[in-house]
């Protein structure tokens, strides 16, 4: 089967509801079709989030871990089987993506980011979007921000916390995209208890679970898809927040930069 057929075949049931996006549904596969992602962390949400991208017609990613499969990944890290155990996340997650989008171009690059040359050295700077999906180190998002930041490229943001999910923001540095503006205004919005609770409690969640990974991830996807297609979407400059135990999504307010320029 020739790609072109391929192409055609794999996205006609999808390319109808790109209309949701933008007119000219033709153009917005397209774009995906050309579309260069970084994931930074290919775990619960990174790699499901790479998944949805891959089956919706992205074809290159570069891949950034330094973790290999284990077993308490297989409940919860659905790119993942038994034969997989002990092998790289990078090599096990490109196997898979070249399984669902034939003709896919990984470039696997097992190394922890902590800083912006960890991203310089992992990471082109022409990439359309970098997913941050890694939940260590703490300050990651704003490491990440200031690496998009000299090279503008768009980020989006998503993890799962204690009873929460949350997605975005996508942060487009050319928009004005800022994550620490968006920190700042979102931060101020908390009550003194709230901001207490959060420097208390900033490491990880002690634990993890499929579905809320599943659904976070694919929210994220979505979103994502949106935005490459259209320039656009519900999370850009804000973030949502999926409460598990009620199932109510709220969404953050817009935030835009405000750092002074310098000339």
Same mark, same amino acid.
Not at 94 to 103: E, Q, S, V, W
Not at 240 to 245: E, I, N, P, R, V
């Given at each position: ?7 055609? !075949?794999? #996205?006609?049931?999808?390319?109808? #509801? +790109? ?20 994931? @930074? /962390? ?5 790699? @499901? ?7 919706? /017609?992205? /074809? ?19 790119? #993942?089987?038994?034969?997989? +155990? ?9 196997? #898979?993506?070249? *399984? ?14 902590? =800083? =912006? ?11 359309? +979007?970098?997913?941050?999906? *890694?939940? =260590? ?11 998009? *930041?000299?090279?503008? =490229? %768009? ?6 916390? $204690? ?34 609770? !959060?420097?208390?409690?900033? !490491? %990880?969640? %002690?634990?993890?679970? /499929? %579905?809320?990974?599943?659904? $976070? ?35 953050? !307010? ?10």
């Amino acid at each position: 089967m020739t790609g072109r057929v391929f192409a055609a !075949e794999s #996205y006609a049931r999808q390319v109808d #509801y +790109l209309g949701l996006f933008t007119p000219d549904t033709g153009a917005a596969q397209q774009r995906l079709l050309a579309a260069r992602i970084g994931v @930074i /962390g290919i775990g619960g949400i990174g790699g @499901i989030v790479a998944q949805h991208l891959a089956a919706a /017609g992205v /074809g290159r990613f570069w891949l950034v871990d330094d973790d290999r499969v284990a077993l308490h990944n297989l409940n919860r890290q659905f790119t #993942y089987a038994r034969r997989d +155990l002990g092998r790289p996340k990078t090599e096990a997650l490109a196997d #898979y993506l070249g *399984a669902i989008r034939p003709g896919a171009e990984t470039v696997g690059v097992r190394r922890r980011v902590a =800083t =912006t040359g960890d991203l310089a050295a992992s990471l082109p700077g022409d990439l359309d +979007l970098v997913v941050v999906a *890694a939940d =260590t180190p703490p300050g990651l998002p704003a490491v990440v921000s200031d690496w998009a *930041a000299g090279t503008g =490229t %768009p980020t989006a943001i998503g993890a799962v916390g $204690v009873g929460v999910g949350l997605w975005g923001p996508v942060l487009d540095p050319s928009r004005g995209g800022c994550w620490s503006c968006f920190e700042r205004a979102r931060r101020a919005g908390l009550t003194d208890r709230e901001r207490e609770i !959060e420097d208390r409690s900033s !490491e %990880p969640a %002690p634990f993890s679970f /499929g %579905p809320a990974n599943t659904v $976070v991830a694919a929210m994220l996807a979505h979103d994502i898809v949106e935005f490459l297609c259209s320039g656009t979407c519900p999370t850009l400059g804000r973030r949502a927040a999926l409460d598990f135990t009620r199932q109510q999504i709220t969404h953050s !307010e817009e935030s835009m930069c405000t750092c002074p320029t310098t000339s």
